[in-house]
Nanobody
Framework: QVQLEESGGGLVQAGGSLRLSCAASGRTFSSNVMGWFRQAPGKEREFVAG????????DYSASVKGRFTISRDNPKNMVYLQMNSLKPEDTAVYYCAQRVVSGGLVLRSGYGYWGQGTQVTVSS
């Protein structure tokens, strides 16, 4: 059974930084695309960033590109989201996710395993 556990959320002022971490277990980690999503109050969950199993290919939503960086450490079964230049509109619950089908380079869809989420609040 796949388990994903996020950590690192919190309260930060606009312009600040946070680093989210996600610990994964249950499948061969390096075979699976990983992603970060977020959901703000009253809004649908949205894609933030994705990374291929090798870590060589990444993708970002337009709203975070240039400010956020996704990375992974396969030997440690960890994926990270470095968030810089945070804005109040980045406030949301952030979810770590894993694609259901192993392999491939589709980074924005096909996710079926989710963590419990971690709250990120950016004050103005």
């Amino acid at each position: 059974q796949v388990q994903l556990e996020e950590s690192g959320g919190g309260l930060v002022q606009a312009g600040g930084s946070l680093r989210l971490s996600c610990a994964a277990s249950g499948r061969t980690f390096s075979s699976n695309v990983m992603g970060w999503f977020r959901q703000a109050p009253g809004k649908e969950r949205e894609f933030v960033a994705g990374i291929s199993g090798s870590g060589l290919i990444t993708d970002y939503s337009a709203s975070v590109k240039g400010r956020f960086t996704i990375s992974r450490d396969n030997p440690k079964n960890m994926v990270y989201l470095q968030m810089n230049s945070l804005k109040p509109e980045d406030t949301a619950v952030y979810y770590c996710a894993q694609r259901v089908v192993s392999g491939g380079l589709v980074l924005r869809s096909g996710y079926g395993y989710w963590g419990q989420g971690t709250q990120v609040t950016v004050s103005s």
